[in-house]
């Protein structure tokens, strides 16, 4: 089975302008999604989707795979479907599962690489094209935090509903939770994606700004798994200064890349 990741990464964030390329311990943060992503067993290949050419120099000239798509694309999603076909056409092959890795996920691993490749191969027994990990919300702040996006799930982790406002409430005197997010690694098997780019944007997804609820609207499974490491999202400089410091003390994966890729970029 082909299964390949495409990570999604622009300059021109609204909210962090520039964000790929800034540094965390002296690597840009694509650098360290990057090789974090391409240690997953679970993968046969790994890819940054760009529309600039800073991002692409900068992924070449640490031994990496880039593809140039448009800019004009306003979901993650869209530009992963065109660069999964753009990257069939260069490889000649076809892929089965593109697994979509956020740029903005410093602190992935190849563990949750694997479990989202696993959750969509178990979901797809009951008709899931999609699948995304979970986390669980550690703090108050993080839970009303609009770009904390939050989930709800049935019994049978599948995605019932996501939002960037605090829900379930806990206007009702509810305080035992547990209160997820969404872990921004998501597998899509081709097919599906093709289907999910081919389909208008509804009304929730724009609501909210949540690609997955246009899946929810429209009555497809997403099928949720719970994240087997922590995961710390940079969508703000303040979130990047506690990522490096996080990274610093606390994170043991670094170390196995970190001194390559500094010397690749040297």
């Known amino acids: 089975m082909n299964i390949v990741a495409i990570i999604p990464a622009r300059m021109g964030s609204t909210r962090f302008p520039g964000k790929p390329l800034a540094p965390i311990l002296g690597v840009p943060m694509i650098g360290h999604v990057y090789m974090r992503t391409a240690m997953a067993e679970s993968l046969s290949d790994c890819w940054v989707a760009t529309c600039d050419q800073e991002i692409m120099h900068y992924v070449d000239?640490?031994?990496?795979?880039?593809?140039?798509?448009?800019d004009t694309h306003e979901r993650?999603?869209?530009?992963c479907a065109e660069a999964m076909l753009k990257i069939e056409e260069q490889t000649g092959k076809k892929i089965d599962i593109v697994v979509m890795v956020q740029g903005d996920e410093p602190f992935v691993t190849p563990d949750m690489v694997d479990a989202a490749v696993q959750a969509i191969k178990e979901g797809q027994a009951q008709g899931a094209g999609v699948a995304c990990l979970m986390g669980t919300i550690e703090t108050e702040k993080e839970f009303e935090d609009p770009n904390c996006i939050k989930v709800v799930v049935n019994n049978r982790n599948e995605a019932v509903y996501m939002s960037r406002e605090p829900i379930p409430t806990r206007s009702r005197g509810c305080n035992k939770g547990p209160w997820l997010?969404?872990?921004?690694?998501?597998?899509?098997t081709r097919d599906y994606l093709l289907t999910f780019n081919n389909t208008a944007p509804s009304s929730l997804e724009i609501a909210e700004s949540i690609d997955l609820n246009r899946c929810?609207?429209?009555?497809?499974?997403?099928q949720m798994a719970l994240s087997p490491d922590r995961a710390i999202s940079v969508d703000t400089p303040a979130d990047l200064a506690y990522a490096e410091t996080v990274m610093k003390n606390e994170d043991v994966l670094v170390k196995e890349y970190l001194?390559?890729?500094k010397s690749a970029v040297a």
């Open 259 to 261: 001194d390559v890729v």
């Open 76 to 79: 993650c999603s869209d530009r």
């Open 181 to 188: 997010k969404q872990v921004c690694i998501i597998p899509y």
């Open 216 to 222: 929810i609207q429209n009555g497809h499974v997403v």
């Open 61 to 70: 000239s640490i031994g990496g795979k880039a593809v140039m798509t448009a």
